[in-house]
Each structure stands twice: as C-alpha cells, then as structure tokens.
C-alpha cells in the first residue's frame, strides 16, 4: 500500500480515528463513516471525507463508492455481527483488502473466514503504527526505534533476487542495515553475505527512517 491507494476506516473509536488521522497526516485520501452522528461531528476537523451511515446496510456501501476503495479498515470490535457483515460487504463490492479490527482469537477466526485479508489485536498493534505499515509501499510491517530510526521487515525486492547483500551494498547505497533473514518461517541472524536472496525470502533491516521513506 502506499499513500496513492484509497482507504476507508469503518468506525471512529479510538482505534479507528488514529488509523484515520495518521492516513490523512501523510496525505492519504481517507473516507471516514461511523453510525454515530457526535462521533463524525468530532472526527471530521481532522479527516475531510466524513459520513455517518450504517455500513452494515448493502444500499450504504453502494452509495459510498466502497468498490473504489483500495483498502478498507473496520473498527468495530466490540460489534462482531456489524463486524462480519461490512467485512462480507466490500468483499462483495470488490475491495481488494479488508482490515478487521477484533476483539478476540475466535472473532479473528471468524472474521477470516468472513473474508478479512487481515485481523488485528489493538492490544498488540497500534491505530498509528497499522497506517504506517499502509503507507510503506513494499515493507511488510514497520517499527519506530525513535524519531529517526526504523526497523522494518520488507519483501526482497525484484531487482535484488539473485544477488548477495555483498553484491547488493545496502548499507552504502541505502544506509541499511540487514540483521535478519526470513526464509519459510525460519529466521537466520547469521547471515552469509555472499549468499544470494531468494524472491521468497524477507528481510529485516535496520535504517533511517527518511530514507526508507524515500524508498
């Protein structure tokens, strides 16, 4: 995902208003809908596109364009039938990737098998820190150390399939530090520099956070 895609958030809780706000603070385009007419009223200072519907209703999704959104967040864990119903909704409607926020392990099982491409625990992952995983293009999960350093887990990337680090040089070409390699589940700390990455590998580096912005 990146800042070009579309995104929808499905509930204006804590949760949801940080995802919200944080797409938006990076100049993401970001349609916002709760039921609860005070909850967008408050919301809609810092996100633009505001509506208050009822997501669970075929007609709504319809009506709000969901089928040119690229991805939609739900964030209603508190509410598994509105939950399992908007999920099943843009599904239907063609959205490319659902987020469902859940409650529980069994909500996270039922939720996936209603068709969510991904569930999150808010316990375990922050509004904020999920719109910056969004908004990295090719990194699959990203982690602030501080104000200038990232950790972050990204697939390798096409043009680096069959080449070794020592080859590739990212620590001089992009200030990046490789400190782990996933490969089939099996993380390897001890890296071989000549040895070549594979496309089904991942890779867990270590860098500027601007500069892996600008990646």
């Known amino acids: 995902m ?6 929808a958030v499905f ?6 208003l940080a995802v919200a706000e944080e797409l938006v603070a990076n100049g993401a385009e970001v349609l916002a809908v709760d039921i ?4 967008v009223d408050e919301a809609v200072t810092k996100i633009p ?3 208050c519907a009822d997501v669970t209703d075929p007609e709504v999704i319809k009506q709000l364009g969901i089928s040119n959104v690229d991805v939609v967040i739900i964030s209603m864990a508190n509410h598994l ?3 399992v119903m908007a999920t099943m909704l843009c599904k239907e409607a063609g959205v490319k990737t659902v987020i469902t926020k859940c409650a529980s392990s069994m909500n996270c099982r039922i939720l996936s098998k209603m068709g969510a491409d991904r569930v999150v625990f808010p316990e375990s992952e922050s509004g904020i820190r999920l719109a910056k995983n969004l908004l990295s293009s090719g990194f699959v999960d990203i982690l602030d150390i501080s104000n200038e350093v990232s950790m972050v887990e990204m697939e390798v990337r096409h043009e680096w399939v069959g080449k070794s680090l020592m ?12 400190v782990a ?16 990455l594979e496309k089904s590998m991942r890779l867990i580096v ?3 956070t601007t500069k892996l912005k600008r990646m």
């Open 49 to 51: 596109f505001c509506k």
């Open 167 to 178: 080859e590739l040089n990212l620590r001089k070409k992009y200030s990046l530090n490789v």
């Open 36 to 39: 609860d007419e005070e909850a």
């Open 2 to 7: 990146s800042k070009n895609s579309t995104y």
């Open 11 to 16: 509930g204006l809780g804590r949760y949801g």
């Open 181 to 196: 390699i996933i490969c089939n589940d099996d993380v390897t700390i001890n890296i071989d520099p000549e040895k070549p």
């Open 81 to 83: 039938e509105s939950s």
């Open 206 to 208: 270590i860098g500027s």
